[in-house]
């Protein structure tokens, strides 16, 4: 039993499940290449988005473009001029594939990898959707642009869609221009 102890203890000073390694990030237990995966860089995503209004409150992402690999996102919600809510985001082009990695309000992050992805930007039109069947709320996320490009429409769901939905309509804004 010690030395299940002893071992246990050396992997994690060793670094052994940290979410990165020098040799790229790690899916389960082996490092994985970022720059293997021939992906979109899903420039449609990037800028500012606003959604919401004053009374409700209002939500604003702001994403920036892939850049080694990794695309990083924040949002923040504010209400009555009170931040709400906040969230960091990133989405890692691993060798199997694209996974979001969500951690609001400063919690552990989670991990959702890629499972549908269309795109048809210079029509106005995508989508990318991540799922995490395995973690309690939420299942789903994603995110369509619409609207000639001009909307963004996220969206989240748990396991029963019909109760454990929402969903955001954010609109293209200047950087800085939300509030």
């Known amino acids: ?13 060793s670094g052994v499940g ?12 082996r ?5 293997r995966l021939p992906a979109t860089d899903l420039d449609w995503l990037s800028g500012d988005w606003r959604a919401g209004n004053a009374a409700d409150g ?3 992402e702001h994403w920036e473009p892939m850049r080694g690999g990794t695309k990083l996102g924040i949002g923040q919600t504010l209400k009555g001029g009170v931040t709400r809510g906040f969230e960091y985001m990133r ?17 552990p992050a989670v991990a959702f990898p890629a499972v549908v992805l269309r795109e048809d930007p210079a029509g106005g039109t995508a989508e ?3 799922a995490n069947p395995q973690h309690d709320y939420p299942t789903h996320i ?14 989240t769901r748990g396991r029963d869609p019909a109760r454990d ?4 309509q954010y609109h293209r804004i200047a950087p800085d221009g939300g509030m």
């Open 18 to 29: 940290a979410a990165q390694s020098a040799d790229g990030p790690i899916i389960g237990d």
């Open 165 to 168: 939905t929402m969903t955001w």
């Open 128 to 130: 990318i959707v991540f």
């Open 1 to 13: 039993m010690l030395r299940v102890l002893l071992a246990s203890a050396m992997l994690l000073a």
């Open 58 to 60: 209002i939500t604003i």
């Open 91 to 107: 989405i890692v082009r691993h060798v199997d594939g694209l996974v979001f990695y969500g951690q609001p309000s400063g919690k």
């Open 31 to 35: 490092p994985q290449s970022p720059h």
């Open 142 to 155: 994603s995110y369509r642009l619409a609207e000639g490009g001009t909307m963004l429409v996220a969206t």
